[in-house]
């Protein structure tokens, strides 16, 4: 019997390229697909899977709260997440959430094969980089850096201050109000100390959590 695989992602042709490379590799693969969070949960629940695919950047909800979701209702169902959003930035969070693999959606298909394999198997798939980024917080003094006081969407958030976009163009982007973006923006100052903008996006570069 094959494996079951749901793919989550907002972009179709994305959607569709995961879909041809998997069922050309994987023997008897079942693939199905997902748009957005809502839909991801409700195909969550009326079938069984095998491994989820996802992106972090959902029209919905954010993604780490949906592995976060995916994880409390079945515990033992592998997540790859596959994004665009670089492995410095997410990986940590995105594992600490619960997620099984992390993947670039750069990487080739071979690497794609090779993660869903390794991760259907029981395993855990991370790419070198990342490993050496855990390893580096194994290793980081026991006082947490600021960013760290960060939840995952303040922390989503930050980043894109930090890299300067607006906050009407944050709000547009991960689908909340205005008033809701600037809430956010206010705890964050709050929790890291800072006074605006431009020492959020001094403290993201002299961390290097921007590019």
């Known amino acids: ?11 179709p042709l994305l959607r569709l390229g995961v879909i041809q490379t998997l069922a050309g590799e994987l023997a008897n693969c079942a693939i199905s697909q997902a748009g957005n969070a809502a839909e991801a949960i409700d195909a969550l629940w009326k079938e069984s899977w095998d491994l989820v695919v996802l992106d972090l950047a959902l029209p919905d909800r954010d993604g780490l709260d949906v592995v976060k979701d995916i994880k409390a ?3 033992k169902l592998p997540v790859l997440v596959l994004t665009a959003h670089p492995e410095s930035l997410f990986a940590t969070r995105a594992l600490r959430s619960g997620a099984a693999g992390y993947l670039s959606k750069d990487s080739s298909p071979n690497v794609l094969v090779q993660a ?5 198997s029981g395993g855990k798939f991370i790419t070198p980089a990342v490993a050496e980024r855990l390893a580096a917080d194994l290793n980081v003094d026991t006082t947490r850096p600021r ?3 960060l939840s995952d969407r303040e922390y989503d958030v930050f980043v894109r201050i930090a890299s300067g976009q607006t906050v ?3 709000a547009s982007s991960i689908n909340l ?3 809701t973006v600037s809430t956010y923006r206010t705890r964050i100052l709050s929790k890291m100390g800072l006074k605006n903008n431009a020492a959020l996006a001094q403290y993201a570069i002299r ?5």
């Open 73 to 75: 209702a079945r515990p």
């Open 1 to 11: 019997m094959g494996i079951r695989v749901l793919v989550v992602d907002r972009q």
């Open 177 to 179: 109000s205005v008033k």
């Open 207 to 211: 961390n290097q959590l921007v590019q």
């Open 168 to 170: 009407g163009e944050i």
């Open 116 to 120: 869903v394999r390794r991760l259907v």
């Open 147 to 149: 960013h760290e006081l």
